[in-house]
């Protein structure tokens, strides 16, 4: 079992910054694939970017250039750099684990980025 709990979240203007974290506890951290996910009202759930294990880094194409992901397996937490923010990435952000078919959500954080 994981726990995940995300934290960082806010409101902040188009052109802004915000870091989210993503803090694990309750198993090896290591072993986990890690992702953030993002749901806007009204649309279903999206990758925004995972890192593996090994740290084999995916970014969406829409994020790209903006966003960065990263984490450290000392403090078992993985983070999500986010600047140049748009209004369209508005949403709720959740954090990921899967490994070996088991697959874990924390409940999210709210980002709010106005125009």
């Known amino acids: 079992q994981v726990q995940l709990v995300e934290s960082g979240g806010g409101l902040v203007q188009a052109g802004g910054s915000l870091t989210l974290s993503c803090a694990t506890s309750?198993?090896?951290?290591?072993?986990?694939?890690i992702g953030w996910y993002r749901q806007a009202p009204g649309n279903p759930r999206e990758l925004v970017a995972w890192?593996?294990?090994?740290?084999?880094?995916k970014y969406v194409d829409f994020v790209k250039g903006r966003f960065t992901i990263s984490r450290d397996n000392a403090k078992n937490t993985v983070y999500l750099q986010m600047n140049s923010l748009k209004p369209e990435d508005t949403a709720v952000y959740y954090c990921?684990?899967?490994?070996?078919?088991?697959?874990?959500w924390g409940k999210g954080t709210l980002v709010t980025v106005s125009s």
């Open positions: 990921n684990a899967y490994a070996a078919n088991m697959d874990y």
């Open positions: 309750g198993s090896t951290f290591s072993r986990y694939r």
């Open positions: 890192i593996s294990s090994a740290g084999i880094i």
